[in-house]
């Protein structure tokens, strides 16, 4: 189990934090990302790190969120249009931080669908905690050089899963990534941008 000590003085890895330091290029972003909140403007990691202030959201921030949910639900209820109720599979629609959303699905939850005589191809929200079993996190971290002592995981969470079928020379495949802008395209292996349709 994690000591208080432990979880507020190391680094806190995020796919947002990777992907943002991969587009702009600026080691002083990344800083600021990977830093707890409440470690900013304080010795030792946060030392030099502006402090983030608490604010109200933007309302064309909230318009936007908002737009993306309704984006997402109208995308999943196509693709279960196309290719049934059954291949779609989801925790459900509820209400998370005060927005009606995809509810995120626990990562056992999605092992057991995928363990299922007939996986669904598609699974919605799965949220990845590696964070959340010291060992898993410490092992996917030592592939990656990272020492565990300094770095954290946060969670992911993609928005669709798709479960490719083998082909005649026996491989398959998963492809993480958003909500498809076309619901009949494969995703391929998109990972955290729109996928593509092969079409």
């Known amino acids: ?41 304080r010795p030792g990691i946060g030392w030099g790190v502006p402090d983030r202030r608490p604010r109200n959201p933007r309302p064309g921030i909230e318009m936007l969120r908002t737009t993306g949910d309704v984006f997402e639900r109208n995308q999943l209820d196509e693709l279960t249009k196309i290719h049934g109720a059954a291949n779609v599979r989801l925790a459900g629609i509820g209400t998370e931080h005060g927005r009606e959303r995809v509810l995120p699905m626990p990562l056992a939850e999605c092992f057991a669908a995928l363990g299922e005589p007939n996986p669904p191809p598609f699974l919605a929200q799965i949220e990845l905690d590696l964070g959340a079993t010291p060992e898993v996190e410490a092992a996917f971290l030592a592939r990656f050089g990272l020492d565990p002592a300094q770095v954290t995981l946060g969670v992911a969470r993609p928005d669709l899963l798709e479960v490719r079928p083998a082909d005649p020379a026996g491989s398959s495949g998963f492809s993480a990534g958003s909500t498809p802008a076309d619901p009949a395209g494969s995703s391929g292996f998109s990972v955290g941008s729109t996928p593509a349709d092969p079409a």
Not at 3 to 19: G, I, W
Not at 29 to 34: D, G
């Open 1 to 41: 189990m994690r000591t208080m000590e432990a979880m507020e003085t190391r680094f806190r890895l995020t796919p947002a934090a990777v992907v943002l330091h991969f587009k702009h290029r600026c080691d002083r972003l990344f800083r600021w990302s990977v830093v707890p909140a409440n470690l900013h403007s």
